[in-house]
T-cell receptor, first 115, second 115 residues
């Protein structure tokens, strides 16, 4: 069975500072990995995804994530946070085809940005 | 091109009533997925449907919950005889046919409150 752990429930960061959100996954084969962002009262927006290839993935809004198989991790980073980055962030794992439709999400990390 | 449309955005039901949640997929998308987000938790997969077919309902509670995606019209998630524990955000996502590897687009969700 696939599962995701996001160890940090809440992170507070100053505007302009760097941000790193941790994600550890459990899956028996090569996973499909995702980061989503959810702003208050909104749906989920895909930030980036990893299927194969280069382990450093670039996403939207200046985010990037690095897949580390040896650590079963897929941490999300941003060099300089903006106030608009305050939101909840979810890491998710999925299976390759033909099971490529069911995602397992972590419990999320809430990011607060202080001025 | 409108995204995934869910309505209503907010729904309040008394215990024992029925809740009907609607999801209109993106134009060109023939696959619909429902997820539930309980308070303080990540999204949990409920069901995967294609037009007139339930493909995977492994995440649906055995009783009181049902889903359909008719040939015409939106997908409907129905919860009969709601209880307080059904209070959650219900998200719908849609995608093109398989082969696009999680080409999901999420809607903004329906927040169900059972009083």
């Amino acid at each position: 069975a696939q599962s995701v752990t996001q160890p940090d429930i809440h992170i507070t960061v100053s505007e302009g500072a760097s941000l790193e959100l941790r994600c550890n996954y459990s899956y028996g084969a090569t996973p499909y990995l995702f980061w989503y962002v959810q702003s208050p009262g909104q749906g989920l927006q895909l930030l980036l995804k990893y299927f194969s290839g280069d382990t450093l993935v670039q996403g939207i809004k200046g985010f990037e994530a690095e897949f580390k198989r040896s650590q079963s991790s897929f941490n999300l980073r941003k060099p300089s946070v903006h106030w608009s980055d305050a939101a909840e962030y979810f890491c998710a794992v999925g299976a390759p085809p033909p099971g490529d439709y069911k995602l397992s999400f972590g419990a999320g990390t809430t990011v607060t940005v202080r001025a | 091109n409108a995204g995934v449309m869910q309505n209503p955005r907010h729904l309040v039901r008394r215990r024992g009533q029925e809740a009907r949640l609607r999801c209109s997929p993106m134009k060109g998308h023939s696959h619909v997925y429902w997820y539930r987000q309980l308070p303080e938790e990540g999204l949990k997969f409920m069901v995967y449907l294609q037009k007139e077919n339930i493909i995977d309902e492994s995440g649906m509670p055995k009783e009181r919950f049902s889903a359909e995606f008719p040939k015409e019209g939106p997908s409907i998630l129905r919860i009969q005889q709601v209880v307080r524990g059904d209070s959650a955000a219900y998200f719908c996502a849609s995608s093109p046919p398989p082969g696009d590897n999680y080409g999901y687009t999420f809607g903004s969700g329906t927040r169900l409150t059972v009083v």
